[in-house]
Nanobody
Framework: QLRLVESGGGLVQAGGSLRLSCTAS????????MGWFRQAPGKERQFVAS????????YYRDSVKGRFTVSRDNAVNTVYLQMNTLRQEDTAVYYC?????????????????????WGEGTPVTVSS
């Protein structure tokens, strides 16, 4: 019954924008820190952004600061990733993640195996 479903990925030109959504079911959404990771072919899955359980604080990897915004709406069990000024280097499969124990401020150090739940991923391709 537990499920995270991403949407919003696609093909976009460099400099463009895209908004990803992830809707959760089968869990008490407000009890989970939420966030996003991404994985490009041949590379390890890397942390992108995280948001605290109440949505008041956010954290980002350095390369997306000022361009990406993570937010959540606990009323509809959804976390978002607004991506602006996209670069070719942002091309990857983007995965929604949920974890009950790890604070959002520590998500940069999360091992893939330690995350409670993963979505199936949504691909984002940024053309040059």
């Amino acid at each position: 019954q537990l499920r995270l479903v991403e949407s919003g990925g696609g093909l976009v030109q460099a400099g463009g924008s895209l908004r990803l959504s992830c809707t959760a079911s089968g869990l008490t959404f407000s009890e989970y820190t939420m966030g996003w990771f991404r994985q490009a072919p041949g590379k390890e899955r890397q942390f992108v952004a995280s948001v605290t359980k109440g949505g008041l604080s956010t954290y980002y990897r350095d390369s997306v600061k000022g361009r990406f915004t993570v937010s959540r709406d606990n009323a509809v069990n959804t976390v978002y990733l607004q991506m602006n000024t996209l670069r070719q280097e942002d091309t990857a499969v983007y995965y929604c993640a949920a974890d009950q124990r790890t604070p959002a401020s520590v998500w940069y150090a999360l091992r893939q195996s330690a995350v409670d739940y993963w979505g199936e991923g949504t691909p984002v391709t940024v053309s040059s």
